[in-house]
């Protein structure tokens, strides 16, 4: 038992002393995240700089039935295109009113974008040909090159639109580039050149998290090992035998806080490598959400013209993107205004266009019959947000939806949107125990807390600060355990 004891102290002291630092630069940097996150272009400020269509645009569009995919009718430089989407981040543009390829985006088109935008003079403009640092993600490549606008603000903003599309993909300020160097850089690995490599980084991060877990577990149980009985009257803290300052404070920091560090560390390592599937297995081959949420059939459209659209229209003003989208085997026409994430939707059958009424819980079933015929349901109307379906700042979260139950080997969960009818979010066993081991781990994503955001982040920010100890305490533990090693062996090399 006692070289058990041994082979745990002698563990953590190594691991412990290899990643001391990293831990040093997890904790600092999360207080940072705990308030501002990478650098992003605002979609909704995005969405509001885009020009309205008019009554004159809609009477000379055609029908894009070539196209496929995502499709959306937007104007750029004053006349309407389609956006045709494919992937996460690659697109073509074409001439709403011809249909031809629109062509590259001028230098001078890109300024004009991004002056308006930011609403300040440029500075400098180039044209790049890879990513920087502040596009860290291979899916942006597609979108190569890209003009990189320096404008000439007090907020010293940067914004990079892609030659391809014409549109804006990345937007920074000084404040947003010096929060994502101390908050997100650091703290997820995001350096360009390895970010780049998905899977490279991917098995590094997971590495160095292994590695945390290791340090943090063997922390957890030396420090146990190392208590020590605590006598009648002695002081609070007697239960620590160390009586050197940096002994003394990690070992109480790390019996405080040790649990946290350790769970901390975990969920980190399950954001990137997700639950095993063999942990948790997924038995549907093909997700229930995709099965449901069909892609777009622009075949069914050309039945309908642009003209029914505008004149079915019950709001003609201050539109600003028709999204086509093809839900329960029908097209659709989703009309957006000045709310990005909320559109009017708009049926195109065969006897023109009508304003869709939201789908009724006999239209759910219906379809639910048809992509599940084997599975019984339950289907219920939620008027509020539960565990699993919370406020987002990425998304949007409407209320009321409907909570469809399958009762299939992966217990599968859907909330669907009662005025679009797609699934706005989808759970299985292995995505539920991804939930609680990550987002509530890491991020105290619980729904109480969220309600209580204050509270949340004030928690966070204590036991950071204690997470913060004992990594500090930690390091300077391991500098004077290598120091200590390095003179050992410089004893024995003078006396071999």
Same mark, same amino acid.
């Given at each position: 038992?006692?070289?058990?004891?041994?082979?745990?102290?002698?563990?953590?002291?190594?691991?412990?002393?290899?990643?001391?630092?990293?831990?040093?630069?997890?904790?600092?940097?999360?207080?940072?995240?705990?308030?501002?996150?990478?650098?992003?272009?605002?979609?909704?400020?995005?969405?509001?700089?885009?020009?309205?269509?008019?009554?004159?645009?809609?009477?000379?569009?055609?029908?894009?039935?070539?196209?496929?995919?995502?499709?959306?009718?937007?104007?750029?430089?004053?006349?309407?295109?389609?956006?045709?989407?494919?992937?996460?981040?690659?697109?073509?543009?074409?001439?709403?009113?011809?249909?031809?390829?629109?062509?590259?985006?001028?230098?001078?088109?890109?300024?004009?974008?991004?002056?308006?935008?930011?609403?300040?003079?440029?500075?400098?403009?180039?044209?790049?040909?890879?990513?920087?640092?502040?596009?860290?993600?291979?899916?942006?490549?597609?979108?190569?090159?890209?003009?990189?606008?320096?404008?000439?603000?007090?907020?010293?903003?940067?914004?990079?639109?892609?030659?391809?599309?014409?549109?804006?993909?990345?937007?920074?300020?000084?404040?947003?580039?010096?929060?994502?160097?101390?908050?997100?850089?650091?703290?997820?690995?995001?350096?360009?050149?390895?970010?780049?490599?998905?899977?490279?980084?991917?098995?590094?991060?997971?590495?160095?998290?292994?590695?945390?877990?290791?340090?943090?577990?063997?922390?957890?149980?030396?420090?146990?090992?190392?208590?020590?009985?605590?006598?009648?009257?002695?002081?609070?803290?007697?239960?620590?035998?160390?009586?050197?300052?940096?002994?003394?404070?990690?070992?109480?920091?790390?019996?405080?806080?040790?649990?946290?560090?350790?769970?901390?560390?975990?969920?980190?390592?399950?954001?990137?490598?997700?639950?095993?599937?063999?942990?948790?297995? &997924? %038995?549907? =081959?093909?997700?229930?959400? !995709?099965?449901?949420?069909? *892609?777009?059939?622009?075949?069914? /459209? @050309?039945?309908?013209?642009?003209?029914?659209?505008?004149?079915?229209?019950?709001?003609?003003?201050?539109?600003?993107?028709?999204?086509?989208?093809?839900?329960?085997?029908?097209?659709?026409?989703?009309?957006?205004?000045?709310?990005?994430?909320?559109?009017?939707?708009?049926?195109?059958?065969?006897?023109? &266009? %009508?304003? =869709?009424?939201?789908?009724? !819980?006999?239209?759910?079933? *219906?379809?639910?019959?048809?992509? /599940? @015929?084997?599975?019984?349901?339950?289907?219920?109307?939620?008027?509020?947000?539960?565990?699993?379906?919370?406020?987002?700042?990425?998304?949007?979260?409407?209320?009321?939806?409907?909570?469809?139950?399958?009762?299939?080997?992966?217990?599968?969960?859907?909330?669907?949107?009662?005025?679009?009818?797609?699934?706005?979010?989808?759970?299985?066993?292995?995505?539920?125990?991804?939930?609680? *081991?990550?987002?509530?781990?890491?991020?105290?994503?619980?729904?109480?807390?969220?309600?209580?955001?204050?509270?949340?982040?004030?928690?966070?920010?204590?036991?950071?600060?204690?997470?913060?100890?004992?990594?500090?305490?930690?390091?300077?533990?391991?500098?004077?355990?290598?120091?200590?090693?390095?003179?050992?062996?410089?004893?024995?090399?003078?006396?071999?």
């Amino acid at each position: 038992m006692g070289s058990l004891k041994k082979l745990i102290i002698q563990i953590h002291n190594l691991s412990g002393t290899v990643l001391s630092l990293m831990f040093v630069v997890w904790f600092l940097s999360g207080f940072v995240l705990i308030y501002a996150g990478f650098p992003h272009a605002s979609r909704e400020e995005r969405f509001l700089h885009l020009s309205y269509l008019t009554k004159s645009d809609f009477d000379s569009i055609q029908v894009p039935e070539h196209l496929s995919g995502k499709v959306e009718l937007e104007k750029m430089n004053g006349q309407p295109v389609y956006r045709a989407y494919k992937g996460k981040k690659a697109q073509k543009v074409y001439k709403a009113v011809s249909l031809k390829a629109y062509g590259k985006t001028s230098q001078e088109e890109a300024v004009a974008l991004a002056e308006d935008f930011v609403e300040a003079n440029l500075a400098t403009v180039e044209k790049i040909e890879e990513l920087d640092q502040w596009m860290p993600w291979s899916y942006y490549k597609p979108l190569l090159p890209i003009y990189k606008c320096i404008m000439d603000d007090k907020e010293h903003t940067r914004i990079y639109i892609s030659e391809k599309s014409g549109s804006i993909v990345q937007e920074t300020t000084r404040a947003s580039r010096w929060a994502g160097r101390l908050g997100a850089i650091p703290h997820w690995i995001y350096f360009r050149s390895l970010r780049l490599q998905k899977d490279l980084w991917a098995k590094i991060v997971m590495s160095i998290a292994f590695i945390g877990v290791l340090v943090s577990l063997s922390g957890l149980l030396a420090g146990f090992i190392r208590l020590r009985k605590r006598k009648k009257k002695e002081k609070l803290l007697g239960f620590t035998p160390y009586k050197k300052f940096w002994h003394k404070w990690h070992h109480i920091t790390g019996f405080v806080f040790g649990l946290f560090v350790f769970t901390f560390i975990l969920s980190g390592l399950v954001s990137v490598s997700n639950i095993p599937k063999w942990m948790v297995p &997924v %038995h549907s =081959k093909i997700s229930p959400k !995709k099965a449901w949420n069909q *892609s777009c059939d622009m075949s069914q /459209f @050309p039945k309908t013209s642009f003209t029914d659209l505008w004149n079915a229209l019950e709001n003609k003003s201050e539109i600003r993107k028709v999204a086509f989208k093809t839900v329960m085997n029908q097209p659709y026409f989703w009309v957006y205004r000045n709310n990005y994430e909320k559109a009017d939707v708009y049926a195109a059958g065969y006897s023109g &266009v %009508h304003r =869709k009424a939201n789908y009724s !819980k006999s239209e759910l079933e *219906s379809w639910c019959k048809n992509i /599940f @015929p084997d599975l019984d349901y339950n289907l219920q109307e939620q008027k509020d947000f539960d565990a699993y379906y919370q406020p987002s700042g990425m998304s949007a979260r409407p209320l009321p939806v409907w909570q469809l139950n399958l009762e299939d080997e992966d217990n599968t969960r859907m909330y669907i949107d009662a005025k679009t009818g797609e699934v706005l979010k989808s759970y299985n066993n292995n995505d539920r125990w991804r939930r609680w *081991s990550y987002r509530s781990l890491h991020a105290f994503d619980f729904p109480f807390l969220k309600k209580h955001d204050w509270l949340r982040k004030l928690i966070l920010i204590f036991l950071s600060i204690g997470g913060t100890a004992v990594s500090i305490s930690g390091f300077a533990l391991g500098i004077k355990w290598i120091k200590r090693k390095s003179k050992k062996k410089k004893s024995q090399r003078m006396y071999s």
